[in-house]
């Protein structure tokens, strides 16, 4: 089949291997513009863009959807569908109905849940056991098309959103290859969304990262897994703000929430509001490198409160 693709981070490019892999004709990848990176503002290419490079396919970057440029550039590739993961940018109706087959968005849960821009993060934050992939056909309001298939898999308690978006990753490549395949075959059902029963994901921000140590173990450890790699969630030590990347839920302890029960070998270790110590395996200090607490701690003691 002749597609058009779109798509930004890393999460897409399996999505867009896939359809390589399988023998579709990519006529072209729309990708978000080059950005600045650093200090040096070096212009760095999408992860998108980058794989598309390497086997040859046309990359457009067009900085607005609707002033009629990239509606031409649709035009003129012709694609029979346009398959969306992740592009970051809302299309509108006259891209979206261009194609023969539709357009169809591979989205990070199982919809109707978490309809929105970090899906994969929020179910962690909420503490979800499962969450999954959706193929749905796109429509005018955010996330809520027809669904053509889902695909559901397990979260561990201990896993990352970073770790998690690699799974959905290539849970999603399989999911969309399936849907193109019944699309073809003309097999593809359409399954109208329970509208009543969605829930939102928006978009991460700094104001998520501070730790409340009244709160219980899990739901902090929680916090963490959940907004890493980007915002990170973040505590104050000695008076100064670390992010945290990697914690384990404890046993229970009488001490105080937010009160140092170990500082050495094993990291840190601080009691929570629900009696449970939180342990802080892996934190990076401001200007500093993420590294094991247990070494942080080795150049920079903290006072235990027990």
């Not at 649709?74 to 979206?96: F, H, K, Q």
């Not at 105080?256 to 342990?279: F, M, P, S």
Request: aromatic content about 6%; overall charge neutral; hydrophobic content about 40%.
């Amino acid at each position: 089949m002749r597609i058009l693709f779109m798509g930004t981070p890393d999460f897409a490019v399996a999505s867009l291997k896939r359809l390589v892999a399988d023998g579709h004709d990519v006529c072209g990848v729309f990708t978000q513009p080059d950005k600045p990176k650093n200090r040096g503002h070096k212009m760095t290419f999408s992860p998108v863009k980058e794989y598309a490079l390497t086997v040859g396919l046309p990359v457009y970057q067009p900085m607005k959807m609707r002033d009629g440029e990239a509606l031409g550039i649709v035009r003129e590739l012709a694609p029979e569908l346009i398959v969306v993961a992740a592009y970051g940018r809302i299309l509108p109706e006259d891209i979206l109905s261009t194609p023969a087959y539709g357009s169809i968005n591979v989205h990070s849960s199982v919809l109707p849940k978490y309809r929105g821009a970090a899906p994969i993060n929020w179910a962690i934050l909420n503490g979800d056991s499962v969450t999954g992939v959706t193929i749905m056909y796109m429509a005018k309001e955010l996330d809520a098309g027809d669904v053509i298939l889902c695909r559901e898999t397990a979260i561990d308690p201990d896993e990352d959103a970073q770790t998690l978006t690699a799974r959905l990753a290539a849970l999603g490549a399989d999911a969309l290859a399936e849907a193109v395949e019944q699309l073809q075959s003309g097999t593809a059902v359409r399954t109208p969304q329970d509208h009543s029963a969605y829930t939102y994901a928006p978009m991460l921000d700094r104001s998520l990262s501070p730790m409340d140590f009244t709160r219980s173990a899990r739901h902090l450890h929680d916090q963490v897994r959940g907004l890493v790699p980007w915002p990170c969630a973040s505590m104050t030590l000695d008076g100064k703000t670390v992010k945290v990347y990697r914690t384990a839920v404890g046993g229970e302890t009488a001490l105080a929430a937010g009160k140092i029960a170990e500082a050495g070998k094993q990291g840190l270790a601080v009691a929570c509001g629900d009696g449970r110590l939180l342990r802080i395996l892996e934190l990076q200090a401001e200007g500093g490198k993420r590294m094991a607490a247990a070494d942080y701690l080795r150049g920079h003691p903290v006072q235990v409160d027990a």
